[in-house]
């Protein structure tokens, strides 16, 4: 028997927009009283002259650039870049695209409709796991011609990324391999008739390497940094640079948790470029950055299980490297799995395991540090 989440994916919200219908209780998954909160002050998510990094020798402002870079990296987990090489008209193109899409007629649109279980095409998140809340949000996965252009802008941020770590620049577009995945992903997020209970992407983070996103005028994104949520600011030549799992266990940036809110009155699109490295590749964190001082957490060709020292956080996560990446975190009391792990069970796995950097863990509303390089079972 179809579930009820399969039953509301096989609709698009922007149908159950257009019909007037008040969101399932599958949508509804926000604290009203959270939504209420004032709004943080906007965040200093940097922003990255990456035209600044691309020459060689570095000047002393870009030496700085790279410090900048590297620290919005290990503590937001993602900057904002400038200057990357794509011009601002085919970024512009790209978004009027996107917004004609999903403004299409509905038979239009369904002629690229997935099945719900499905990843590419159109559709909504493929289901859930059980206990998981629906997002009011449809998308449209696999698009080839702006793929090509992010693969130039992969180029650029993975050896600026390599040079902010002191580390030769080619070493992260080698660790991430020749046949690296791009895949593009269109996000629409409708009108929503009650944004304070809904979320339009519930808070995760990418099982991605890293992920590019384009952002249209409408603000929506937001990114999970102590405990408090900040909204990403829309820059109309900006590309979001966010890391995901695996790039938090190959250096010692930060995979941030994300959401999307949305608004009553205005819809929002975006383009996501998720970024991972080539198929069966194994990962691990760069040669460059272990060394006695600093140990790695694990070794390459093994399977862990990463287990922390404290009560709480006893209970492990396998870690697979052929299978990245079983990651999962509580905020508060509930458990979002990430984007490859949602295999894992609510309440079986309840914490974020991280497997190298400084992080922060977010267990039951506590903060855990761990530090670079140290076990982490002495947290
Ligand atoms: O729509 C956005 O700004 C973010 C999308 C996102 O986080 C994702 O697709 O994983
Ligand atoms: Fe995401």
């Known amino acids: 028997m179809a579930s009820l989440a399969n039953v509301l994916l096989s609709r698009r919200v922007q149908e159950m927009v257009l019909n007037g219908e008040e969101p399932e209780s599958l949508y509804i998954c926000r604290d009203e009283k959270e939504a209420a909160n004032v709004p943080s002050p906007l965040p200093p998510i940097p922003v990255i002259d990456l035209n600044l990094l691309s020459y060689s020798p570095l000047t002393s402002k870009a030496e700085e650039e790279l410090q900048k870079l590297k620290s919005a990296l290990c503590s937001w987990g993602c900057f904002q870049a400038i200057n990357h090489g794509i011009p601002s008209c085919f970024l512009d193109e790209f978004r009027q695209v996107t917004r004609e899409f999903f403004q299409q007629p509905m038979e239009e649109k369904q002629k690229y409709s997935k099945g ?6 159109y559709g909504g998140d493929p289901t859930p796991e059980e206990g998981q809340f629906l997002d009011w949000q449809d998308r449209l996965e696999d698009l080839e011609n702006y793929t090509c252009k992010m693969r130039m802008v992969t180029e650029i941020v993975s050896k600026s990324m390599a040079k902010s770590l002191g580390l030769e620049e080619n070493c992260l577009v080698d660790e991430f391999g020749e046949r690296a995945a791009l895949q593009a992903r269109l996000n629409y997020y409708p009108c929503c008739p009650r944004p304070e209970i809904v979320l339009g992407l519930k808070p995760h983070a990418d099982g991605t390497g890293y992920t590019i996103i384009l952002q249209d005028e409408v603000e929506g994104l937001q990114i999970l940094q102590n405990q408090h949520w900040f909204t990403v600011p829309t820059l109309p030549d900006a590309l979001l640079i966010l890391m995901g799992d695996q790039m938090e266990i190959m250096t010692i940036f930060k995979s941030p948790v994300h959401r999307v809110v949305n608004h009553m009155e205005k819809e929002r699109t975006s383009i996501a470029v998720f970024y991972t490295p080539q198929k069966h590749k194994e990962i691990g964190p760069l040669d460059g950055l272990v060394n006695e001082g600093t140990p ?26 052929a299978t ?8 508060g009391e509930r458990l979002y799995s990430t984007a490859k792990s949602k295999n894992l069970k609510r309440g079986k796995h309840d914490f974020r395991v991280i497997a190298m950097g ?6 039951d509303g506590q903060r855990i540090i761990l530090k670079t390089g140290q076990p982490s079972a002495t947290v």
Do not use: C, W, Y
């Open 116 to 121: 719900v279980e499905e990843v590419e095409g």
């Open 296 to 321: 790695p957490l694990f070794n390459k060709d093994e399977t862990i299980e990463l287990h922390g020292g404290t009560r709480n956080v006893r209970r492990g996560v396998e870690l697979k490297q």
């Open 324 to 331: 990245p990446l079983a990651i999962t975190l509580a905020t």
């Open 358 to 363: 400084e992080s922060d863990m977010v267990l």
